[in-house]
């Protein structure tokens, strides 16, 4: 599932991430690599978050926009082309997952994602994380949500790539850091997720110190050679 940006080329300002949590209706993010999920958070309701970036410029609609309609894909190009299932199949548990997602059962989509992600599959860990970052059949806790999408992350997963970046440009769940913003960001572009444009864009323009450009390159650097395209 490919979205087209409507910020990119021309003389246009630079796109910047709005402040807030993404909303699910537009449909769909630790330091510590543990082997335990840390412990969950206080539920903070689905209220919006408080703003965290000092940027709030023209064209924040339009990038939460394509943002928030790439996050709640998730995993859906990779749902449609993958192989068939066979009855009782990892692989039918995620597309029954999936299925219970789109139609608004979120309880059963954790359900059924949870024993997946805990398997390993990078695509349930994506999806298991877009639930607790959004509180979707779940409490929302941004610490969940980075620990489930760093996973993902860091197996190659586009989208959990993508919205692990968009944590910590905001710094939910993680210190906010736009070195680190950008270098994932530029990772799930590297990775064919077309949208993640806007999140490096956004990070890059707001490191304004030279240390942290040089940081977020090096970053980048690392993230390609540890988790690069798979």
Not at 7 to 15: C, E, F, H, L
Not at 186 to 210: K, V
């Amino acid at each position: 599932m490919t979205l087209q940006s409507d910020m990119a080329g021309g003389s246009a300002p630079s796109p910047r991430l709005p402040s807030g949590r993404l909303r699910p209706s537009s449909t769909g993010y630790g330091e510590g690599r543990g082997e335990e999920p840390p412990p969950q958070a206080q539920t903070r309701g689905n209220a919006p978050s408080p703003g965290l970036s000092p940027h709030a410029g023209r064209g924040e609609g339009r990038a939460s926009h394509a943002i928030a309609l790439v996050c709640c894909g998730i995993v859906l190009a990779s749902a449609l082309f993958a192989p068939g299932a066979s009855a009782g199949s990892a692989e039918e548990d995620f597309r029954s997952g999936l299925s219970a997602f789109n139609r608004g059962d979120f309880t059963a989509a954790m359900a059924l994602w949870r024993p997946l992600a805990d398997s390993n599959d990078p695509r349930s860990q994506a999806g298991v994380g877009f639930l607790y970052h959004r509180g979707l059949g779940v409490k929302t806790d941004d610490t969940q949500a980075a620990y489930w999408l760093r996973k993902a992350a860091e197996q190659g997963q586009a989208e959990g790539q993508l919205m692990l970046g968009s944590l910590y440009f905001f710094g939910l769940g993680v210190p906010q850091s736009y070195a680190t913003a950008y270098a994932w960001c530029e990772l799930a572009q590297d990775n064919g997720q077309a949208e993640a444009q806007i999140c490096r864009d956004a990070a890059l323009s707001s490191i304004t110190a030279e240390e942290d450009m040089h940081e977020a390159l090096r970053l980048v650097r690392e993230f390609r050679e540890r988790f690069g395209r798979r």
